[in-house]
């Protein structure tokens, strides 16, 4: 078959131009959207705006690296500063003194292994790109009383990684109890193709420096949202809920080629909302009505016998106009009615709340078949504390805002629960200390940091990986001293910082001056270069 | 993760790199092999054999665009799969060559076929041509498989008018490979 040449030649096509039509930026044709009235939560909105408004205003700020990057500034993979501690109350009276020690004792070698496609195990050498900071303060009681304060260390994270991240405090060397306070999404949204998007927002966009940082939380209103109870979803909904029972044995049905199920919807899209979970896609039938659409699992699907399909209205009652199963090839709409299923239908009202409730814990199921590291996400909230972020989403960016994300238009409440667990935000933790009057007490601080990274390098050096801290940005602290210190760099070469490190002179510590933000680019030595 | 980052992985010999990539792009490879093979147990063998590949040539290759870089791997493994069991039924490959024959370019005076990376080259060329959307939407067909009614459900555009459209692209394709002389 003479196709056959062209397919092949297809393949080979510039990858900028499957780049540019890769599945989550292919541009929708806007729709209006219903809005639920009176549900704006704009306590947040606000905050999360900050973010964006900065990533506009800051020159250079959405660069993402590039050769030409200056050292210490923004950064394609962004790890955040180390931030100083905070405390809730006033804290006159006390004085504090901070020595923040990067060390970089995960940087040596260790060795892994991994058994490859003959059964045999491979040995490599590997390090960590991480650095543990200790972000220490001695704090002394000037006055004559005792003094007993909330303090709060903030660090970036998200769901997925925070909690082997979630810093260890010690008070005078011993444990202490933390609570953990989470904040919103850090991150706006920008444009799927860049500039020439204008005011899309198609795609997440994280904090890429520290000046977007500074924007986000001087104010003191993120941590103020963070301390703050999540949004309740206590709206009534209309649920359709969709169930497939199997008519032939598994082994025949599995056989079966692309059996689908097809919910057509009839509905006045100014007075109704129609959100979906659980299905793989949408599209306007021949008539211009709203046909969702998903697979209908085969035994060895991982969702077999555990999938949920929901149509959630707000607003208006809708109109199924059909359900029904499809199997074969070509497009849904050609395919033949497959009889191998039936699809049952159940209509039932309930909150918000309780149906996202439900999901979540659903998701929770499924997180069982993801990695280790995403099952860290049921050790850090549990699934009711898990529904109050997806509520908090959804109303700044989501379905429930008045203003949301492109990124969520189609209605895919399946998207923002992910999504949930794998955006950037400002994380704290929180406890009690007392300093008896007219002493001292030391305040531990360790937390585990990855590089920042930037793939393209600066200046001439490749594989350059940043570790970074600023002195007063979010903190009302009397902090009289500050000092950083470098530990365990036998594995690294600092290659440019303004802290003023010098490893080859042995200067390893030093006292800080008046700068806002200090820096340093790194890289790790490895065998046969040092 | 950032692809770079994930890249990182791979010069950094970190096991992680494959769990990373499984996690951003492994449904999108495995909608690619899926659309070729139409079967899912070959297709997720070949999605693994993607990422072996990958772990193989990360370093020393560097991809630009790391999600495209895999998307071929995984393309041409599909193929050559299919190739090898060609005793299937009709599967999602099979339409889109049928589809394709409409770009086949009927050239007089042509003993001999252009090489592959002649074709590659023109249909470069005439993707250049063409507006974004096009661009997109014939890629999205023919390279990664999408079908009419899934990429109907992505844009919102009815299913009868992307057919249109991308039957009109493939006459394009085809008079502009004739206009350039390539011969398949």
């Known amino acids: 078959m003479k196709s056959e040449r062209i397919f092949d030649a297809i393949t080979e096509i510039n990858e900028e131009y499957i780049e540019e039509a890769k599945a989550e930026e292919v541009k929708r044709k806007k729709k209006p959207f219903w809005k639920i009235a009176g549900m704006a939560a704009a306590f947040f909105i606000g905050v999360v705006a900050l973010g964006i408004i900065g990533r506009i205003l800051l020159p250079g700020a959405s660069a993402g690296g590039g050769t030409n990057r200056e050292p210490g500034s923004d950064y394609m993979s962004y790890s955040g500063p180390a931030f100083p501690l905070t405390a809730l109350e006033d804290t006159s009276g006390l004085e504090f003194e901070r020595n923040v020690d990067f060390d970089f004792s995960p940087y040596y070698n260790h060795q892994e292994s991994y058994e490859n496609s003959k059964g045999e195990m491979v040995y490599y050498d590997s390090w960590d790109n991480d650095a543990v900071i200790r972000d220490n303060y001695t704090v002394t009681n000037t006055t004559d009383e005792d003094i007993t304060f909330t303090a709060v260390y903030p660090f970036a994270g998200n769901f997925r990684t925070a909690l082997s991240r979630i810093p260890k405090i010690t008070v005078d060397g011993k444990t202490v109890e933390t609570e953990l306070k989470i904040g919103p999404y850090s991150g706006g949204f920008a444009p799927a193709w860049g500039d020439e998007g204008g005011s899309e927002s198609l795609n997440l966009s994280s904090l890429e420096s520290w000046d977007e940082y500074k924007i986000l939380l001087e104010s003191g209103e993120y941590l103020k949202d963070a301390l703050a109870e999540n949004p309740s979803l206590d709206q009534e909904v209309i649920v359709y809920s969709f169930g497939i029972d199997y008519n032939i044995p598994m082994e025949e049905f599995d056989q079966i080629e692309n059996a689908d199920l097809l919910i057509d919807v009839n509905f006045n899209e100014e007075k109704s909302g129609v959100l979906n979970y659980g299905f793989n896609g949408m599209f306007r039938n021949e008539e211009g009505r709203k046909t969702f659409n998903t697979h209908i699992p085969k035994s060895f699907s991982p969702d077999f016998g555990k999938q949920k399909i929901y149509l959630i209205v707000t607003g208006e009652d809708i109109e199924i106009a059909e359900a029904k199963a499809v199997a074969g090839m070509g497009d849904y709409e050609k395919r033949p009615e497959t009889d191998a299923v039936t699809v049952t239908m159940e209509r039932f009202e309930t909150t918000f709340g309780e149906l996202m409730f439900n999901m979540v814990d659903y998701s929770d199921e499924m997180i069982k078949y993801g990695s280790q590291e995403e099952a860290t996400i049921r050790d850090l909230v549990s699934s009711e504390e898990y529904v109050g972020y997806v509520a908090e989403f959804l109303y700044a960016h989501g379905q429930l805002s008045e203003n949301p994300a492109e990124r969520y238009s189609f209605g895919r409440l399946d998207d923002v629960i992910s999504e949930v667990g794998h955006v950037s935000r400002v994380m704290y933790v929180t406890f009690e200390v007392t300093v008896p009057a007219g002493e001292t007490l030391e305040i531990g601080t360790s937390t585990i940091r990855e590089a920042s990274y930037d793939f393209f390098g600066s200046r001439e050096k490749m594989d350059l990986e940043g570790f970074d801290m600023v002195t007063r940005l979010g903190t009302n602290l009397n902090i009289i001293k500050q000092t950083a210190s470098v530990s365990n760099t036998e594995e690294i070469e600092i290659v440019y910082n303004n802290f003023g490190f010098d490893l080859q002179s042995g200067i390893t510590s030093v006292l800080l001056g008046d700068e806002e933000h200090y820096w340093m680019e790194i890289a790790k030595i490895r065998s046969g270069e040092n | ?184």
């Open chain 2, 1 to 184: 993760m950032e692809d770079a980052k994930i890249i990182e992985l791979y010069y950094a010999r970190n096991e992680s790199a494959i769990a990373e990539t499984e996690r951003k792009f492994g449904k999108m490879l495995f909608s690619i092999a899926m659309n070729v093979l139409s079967n899912p147990e070959d297709s997720e063998e070949t999605v693994n054999d993607t990422y072996g590949k990958a772990w193989n040539s990360i370093p020393p290759q560097k991809p630009d665009f790391l999600g495209a870089w895999l998307g071929k791997i995984t393309r041409n493994l599909s193929i050559s799969r299919w190739r090898k069991n060609k005793a299937q039924k009709r599967s999602g490959i099979e339409i889109m060559l049928s589809e394709l024959e409409d770009c086949v370019p009927s050239v007089e005076n042509t003993e001999e076929e252009s090489e592959s990376g002649e074709i590659t080259s023109a249909i470069n060329r005439w993707l250049g041509t063409l507006e974004k959307e096009e661009r997109i939407y014939f890629i999205r067909r023919y390279w990664y498989g999408d079908s009419v009614a899934e990429l109907s459900a992505r844009t919102n555009i009815p299913a009868k008018k992307l057919s249109s459209k991308m039957f009109r692209l493939r006459k394009s394709l085809k008079e502009f490979l004739e206009k350039e002389g390539i011969s398949v």
